[in-house]
């Protein structure tokens, strides 16, 4: 009953990765089935409800899209708005001042001056310096890791090619990159900067999502790799999806629907069928079976080998290795709706301007790495690092049905890790006590604030696991480590796409060049699915 | 008249030693200058207190290259490594084995006691979990393929991969080819071990709390990271490079202490021609024309030319302490400024008038003949750490506990013993609240001792003598730059070709016939002797002469 729907591949989840595969496979008149296991799509770039308004549930801004995923799906044909507002970080501190990134460079110097002259002076060089290293790493990304174990013709062009850019850096740039990847980021900054709340207003996204602290080896790759392939620099890219992040997964699987994909909700996959170590299509909670040559996971790594491929297939191994890909999650989202624009202390009566970028709430390197110290004993921060924006400033479709003055303030809060010392993220009162100690710490900033909330939801790690079938409630599919990474993400040997089982493929976070809305992993591994396919023909 | 030598080593740390040898093997008219009255740098026995004799920093040997104690016959000039058996790791009343075994233990106290004997040790682990004895057997064996497949690199002068000569990158061709020729599984463990924290990295095998707790504690000896910083896995491989040198033997005490290996050095470098003065510390470097020429001596302002001059000493002290300012390029200047020391180790040195007693294995049992670690869990360790990342020092320090003087009987009077404590976390920087540590030396002396009598009660009563060794003495007897004993931090982006300085990883300086020798090279510190060996061979190589 099942030969009749045979599809050339199959594509497991629906974020937007995996659309983005699905999208790129369809073009080319592949037969290709999405199977997602909720009712909608998109994953953690989804648009939902609260009070009557629309938020970012997860992920709110989508700055990182790749360019050429947008042109080559011809993305906004199909309904893609973004905007892109002036300013990028707004930084305010306790004592009333604020710390502000803008997308115009000069701006930026200006306001520095009133902290540091030398650190004004510092940031244009230090804007270049991380233009410059991002932009080799966007290289690096657009690439396919090289097979280390038996090397080929593509592998050392990629390798030549590498080398290229990598020698195109300068002697200088090609030694700093060498040197700044596996350092601390809090070193990274201090290199360059004096001012604490500077170093901490930049340092933040070296740590953002991840298990780490400032002080952590390898969280400058991160802070690099955010900058990669976008306009970030060193402010970082803040860049809004009109109609919420939902709207840019809408758009994907128009794309792919356009190019002939079929797409399919409330489809949950129990199982990745193989036969002597090939795919042979997925099972469904519903009973049905589905064939197909070529599987391609938008999963985590270790959900899709551990959960849903026979461990005797797989071997224990393999097996061992996929259990130990570390996923420990560490962020809890926080959505607000409120009855009026908060009025920050530091913003002096400018919040109308100021509040359209992402608002940070890390007031110091030691600040930011306290808040990760209780995370590694199992605890939540007593005082949690936020990243808040309110796109309704920016999109006031968000709230058109609400009074007048409704805003949406988003605010990804850290250090809330998955694993707790004690109890659970289930326990009664312990997700909304975390959600007050984020309101509180905003509150100190906005005076007011707090008391004009008028609708709040709180996704705790565990709902990240539950809902959004992200293994330890981690967003980006799995720590970007320095284990983690490149060659070895999710790990050695299967970095090029390929799982271990014949036919298997993984398109999503979990795999080069990782987690964040890029689009990037799902547009390389639709590339090495479409390789393969040509060889096997 | 000025002398004239074809070699001038500066410092006479166990590198400057190594280096000379080898100089002088090759033929070269060689002279050490070591501004101490003692030969060695950190590697010193010294005698604190009538009757006592210290290793006042450096305590243990365990990388010290074969080659080199083959090549300089090192046993003919005295050298006699007495091995140490075991780690034992005490616990408090009431921690015990997890799991279902821990109503057997509770509220007596156990300990966590690893031995050369591998039998004993997996009986040992199988009395704390039912898979970490087969998974440390797993283990064992993976760590010893990892140290085969590293040792070579630890051999090689690193490439500088930004310049386009192909040649010195060859050796990394081998490399990737014996990579390659690996099993995917150990290739993934490799790359582990290069990348994540110690305690990520045990946590794979084992569940034993204190077992991973001691096991990681080698990753964070000497570093200002905690055993969960990425990084710190690495280090735990250097425990099995002794035993692929054939023999365990490797880690132990030189008979005198630390010291008797700078002697035996010393001694073969003289039997080699070299020339060695103690109290002769040098002023700075004589450069003409962007070349090393020689030395000025500081008291006597006696210049002595030559045609190499080989630094032992940090890169910050041979760069910013050396060289008359204005003679290297800003660009270099700020990657040696930018090269990281921040020490983060204390010693205590104590002597007293009987062994410690442990509640956890009370009596004078063989369990103290080895190292005694005092790291109950991967909590406390990072605890440790945490303290030390807001510039205080531990309150609940980490300490590898040795005690010689029941190896090596000569080092105290009979009945007495002598007792080294290697402390972390005491970072070099600070809080401004604590003021200098010469304001804190003994709080920090104060807070080891309570540490050990957490589990040993009464230890306080036993002791005689104790002599505190800050980050800052550190620095100000061995001047080694913020007391760190690696001459640099051990952390990814200063090792191989970034150690010390990107494009000047191959012991070369940018002055012409200046060369580093020390630990501020690659491979890193450790009383290892490499560097010193590389650098000379290199100098050698340079200069068209045959290391002989």
Known sequence: MTTDRAYHAIVVGGGHNALVTAAYLAR?????????????????????????????????TVGRIRPSVVKDLDLRAHGLRLVAPDVRVFAPQPDGRAITLWADQARTVDGLRAWSTRDADAYPGFDRLVRSLGTFLAGLAAETPPDVKAPGIGDALTGLKLGRTFRGLGRHDSHTILRVLPMAVADFVAEAFETDVLRAAIAWRGVRQSFLGPWSAGSTAILLGDGAGNDGGAAGQTVFAIGGPGALSEALAAAARAAGAEIRTDAEVT??????????????????????????????????????VDPVTLGPTMRWRAANYRTP????????????????????????????????????????ERAFDHAKYGRVSETPVLEATIPSLVDPGLVADAPDGTHVISISAQYAPHRLRDGSWDDAGRADAFADRVVAVLDVLAPGLAASVTAREVITPLDLERDYGLTGGHPLHGEQALDQFFLWRPFLGSARYRLPVEGLYLCASGAHPGGGITGQPGQNAAREILSDSKRRR | MAERYDAVVIGGGHNGLVSAAYLARAGMKTLVLEQRHVLGGAAVTEELYPGFRFSVFSYVVSLLRPEIIRELQLPRHGLDILPLDGTFTPLRPGDGPKGPR?????????????VNDHGRTIRELRRWSATDGEAYEEYGQLMVEMARFIKPILGITPPDLTRLDPRPLLPLGGLLRSFQQLPERQQAVFVQLMTMSAADFLDQWFETDPLKATMSASGIIGTYLGVRSPGTAYVLLHHYMGEIDGAFRAWGIPKGGTGGISNAIGSAARALGAEIRTEAPVERVLVKDGRAVGIVLRDSGEEIRADVVLSSL??????????????LEADFEEDIRRFKFRGSSGKVNMAVDRLPDFTALPGAGEHLRGAISFSPSVDEMELAYDDAKYGQFSKKPYIDMIIPTLVDPTLAPPGKHVISCFVQYAPYHLAPELGSWD?????????????????????????????????????????????????????????????????????RTPVRDL??????????????????????????????RRAA
């Open chain 2, 439 to 507: 304001d804190q030396r003994e709080a920090f002396g104060d807070a080891v001792v309570d540490r050990i009598a957490e589990f040993a009660p009464g230890f306080k009563d036993s002791i005689l003598f104790r002599n505190v060794q800050t980050p800052l003495d550190i620095e100000r007897t061995t001047g080694l730059t913020e007391g760190n004993i690696f001459q640099g931090e051990l952390t990814l982006e200063q090792l191989f070709f970034n150690r010390p300085a990107p494009g000047y990883a191959r012991f």
């Open chain 2, 102 to 114: 821990s109503k057997d233990v509770a509220g007596t106290g156990d300990y966590l006691w690893r």
């Open chain 1, 28 to 60: 080319t008149g592949k037969r290709v089935v999405v199977l997602e296991r909720r009712g909608h799509l998109g994953g953690a770039a989804e648009t939902g409800n609260l009070g009557g308004v629309r938020v970012p549930r997860l992920a709110d």
């Open chain 1, 329 to 368: 999650g560490v962020v809890a989202k926080v959505n607000l709706v409120v009855d009026r624009l908060p009025r920050f202390t530091a913003a002096a009566g400018e919040d109308e301007h100021v509040l359209r970028g992402r608002i940070l709430a890390a007031p110091g390197i030691d600040a930011i």
């Open chain 1, 271 to 308: 199982a990745i069928v193989a036969h002597d170590n090939r795919v042979t299509g997925v099972a469904l909670a519903s009973g049905e079976e589905l064939l197909a040559p070529t599987v391609v996971s938008g999963l985590d790594p270790k959900r899709t080998l551990v959960e849903l």
């Open chain 2, 515 to 544: 060369w580093l020798c020390g630990s501020s090279t690659h491979p890193g510190g450790g009383i290892m002797g490499a560097n010193g060996r590389i650098a000379a061979l290199e100098v050698l190589r340079s200069l068209g």
């Open chain 2, 314 to 327: 940090d890169a910050r002290r041979t760069f910013f302490g050396m060289l008359e300012p204005g003679t």
